[in-house]
């Protein structure tokens, strides 16, 4: 499950980095323009980055996070996620993982226990995540939606589902190996660290006593 995430100029500097490494093989890699990218959330609706495959290259472009819900669904109802489990054989994910598949890059991301707690999730000594995800395209341009796979030891005593994470040398091959990306379907995520807003209000609390 991912409802939420968040971007910052870290990880925008990081993916400058990694499209001036694959300048030499896109040219729409070489113009990627970090400074586009703003601090803060992303929720489902609103349009962010994500690397797509172009001509054979990686390039970044901007999506709209969330498919279109179903006929007769409320407007505001849109489908952000997709589980790995079942995306090469449901009809609305099935096309996009033979064509459509991206990687949604964020600084970290959130989840709620039963609970209702916020709990941030982040990969230390890395300032970017990459997240699996499917696009499709609709009257108004393309849309997209985070995979999820079983939560590993670091997500299970939050939530039973995470984000598919992806390790930096796993995008190039998700992106444009269609047999490597079936593969990555099945991977088990890294293990991410884990912070409260309690956690955080505990440290500021205890440093200004």
Request: proline content about 7%; glycine content about 8%; hydrophobic content about 35%.
């Amino acid at each position: 499950m991912c409802s939420r995430y968040y971007m910052d100029q870290s990880m925008a500097q990081e993916l400058e980095i990694l499209f001036g490494r694959l300048a030499g093989r896109s040219r729409q890699g070489a113009g990627f323009r970090p400074e586009r990218i703003r601090s803060g959330d992303v929720r489902p609706t609103d349009t962010a980055p994500v690397l797509a495959e172009g001509d054979g290259s990686p390039y970044c472009i901007w999506q709209r996070w969330g498919f279109p819900g179903f006929p007769g669904s409320s407007g505001s109802k849109v489908i952000f996620n997709a589980r790995c489990e079942s995306a090469t054989e449901k009809p609305l994910f099935q096309d996009s993982m033979y064509g459509g598949r991206i990687v949604v890059p964020a600084s970290r991301f959130y989840e709620w226990n039963p609970g209702k707690e916020k709990h941030t999730f982040f990969r230390t000594g890395s300032p970017v995540l990459f997240m699996a995800g499917l696009c499709r395209q609709y009257e108004d341009g393309a849309h997209f939606v985070i995979l999820t796979t079983e939560a590993n030891a670091s997500m299970k005593p939050v939530h039973d589902r995470m984000p598919l994470i992806l390790d930096p040398d796993d995008v190039v091959p998700w992106l444009l190996d269609q047999g490597t990306a079936r593969t990555l379907l099945q991977k088990t995520p890294c293990l991410l660290e884990r912070r409260t807003d309690y956690e955080q209000l505990s440290l500021f609390t205890d440093h200004y006593r």
